[in-house]
Every structure is written in C-alpha cells, then in structure tokens.
C-alpha cells in the first residue's frame, strides 16, 4: 500500500549515547509499527551509496564519515501517512529549529549530528527499506 512505510535510521552519536531504546520507544508511542529492524555498521562505501542524492551538498563527505563512523539501527516502519507523519515526530534538520517533543530536539547534538534519518518521499522511503532489508527481513 502507497503511503504508509517510512524508513529511520538512528545515528551513530545517539546509538553511542544510549538514546536507541528511548528513540525506538518515542516512534512506537508515536504510533508507528516496526516492521523490520536491525543493528548494523555501514562502511563509507555503503554511507556514499544511501546518500548518493547528497553528492553535490557542501557536507556530503562529513556526512558520509559521520554515518559509517560506528554502529546504527535501521528500522522501517509502518503507519498512515507514514513520510509525513515520521517527519513531524523527527522534527526540522536542525535541532535548534525543532520544535518541543520532537525527536531530534529532545536527542539530536547538532544539525549534522541529529539523532535520526527520515525518508523525505514515498519513493524514497521504498529505496532505502529496500537498500537495507530483504523481502524476508520485512513482517508487515
Ligand atoms: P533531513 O535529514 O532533515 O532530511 P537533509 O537535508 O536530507 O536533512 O540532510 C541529510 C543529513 O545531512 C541531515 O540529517 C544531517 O545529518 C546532514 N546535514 C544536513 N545539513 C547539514 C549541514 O548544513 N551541515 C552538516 N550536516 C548537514
Ligand atoms: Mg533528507
């Protein structure tokens, strides 16, 4: 069904903090289902892959460092209106613009190191559960 899968990433700071279980008990709250989930460390390669759109961007080398730099969790999600939604629990990109009760203001350390990835588009959202998970890694 369109519409209602997103795709998060928590960072590599927040998962080095302690914040997984707390950022990972904020989404469910929020009322979104995990349909797939895991541990992993990306190497640069991969990172460069996943954030290929931001090639041109002035941070696309420090971001790319910074998520291959140490473990994170990938988890896709289910809910109506899932990207939208996802997006207003995240909050903006930077955390001092976020507003309160946002993901990314009560966790995120700065702009670059913010806590949490949120997919910005259906189509995009398919791409990356797709560039982490299996078919048989997915219980809707
Ligand atoms: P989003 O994660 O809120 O969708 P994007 O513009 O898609 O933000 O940027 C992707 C990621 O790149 C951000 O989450 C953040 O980690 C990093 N980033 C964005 N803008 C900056 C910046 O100005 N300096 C450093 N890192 C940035
Ligand atoms: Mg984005």
Redesign the pocket.
């Known amino acids: 069904m369109a519409g209602n899968r997103t795709f998060t990433m928590i960072?590599p700071e927040a998962v080095a903090k302690g914040y997984a279980g707390k950022i990972l008990d904020h989404i469910i709250t929020g009322g979104f289902k995990v349909i797939a989930m895991k541990f992993t460390h990306l190497t640069l390669q991969q990172a460069q892959a996943f954030?290929a759109v931001?090639k041109e961007?002035?941070?696309y080398v420090?971001?790319t460092e910074?998520m291959s730099e140490s473990p994170i969790v990938v988890i896709a999600l289910e809910k109506d209106n899932a990207v939208a939604d996802f997006r207003t629990l995240?909050g903006?990109?930077d955390p001092n613009e976020a507003n309160e009760g946002t993901i990314r203001k009560r966790f995120a350390e700065s702009?670059?190191?913010?806590a949490v990835?949120?997919s910005?588009s259906d189509e995009n959202a398919a791409v990356e559960i797709k560039f982490h998970f299996k078919d048989n890694e997915i219980f809707a």
């Open positions: 960072k954030y931001h961007r002035p941070f420090e971001l910074y995240v903006s990109t702009k670059a190191k913010n990835h949120g910005d």
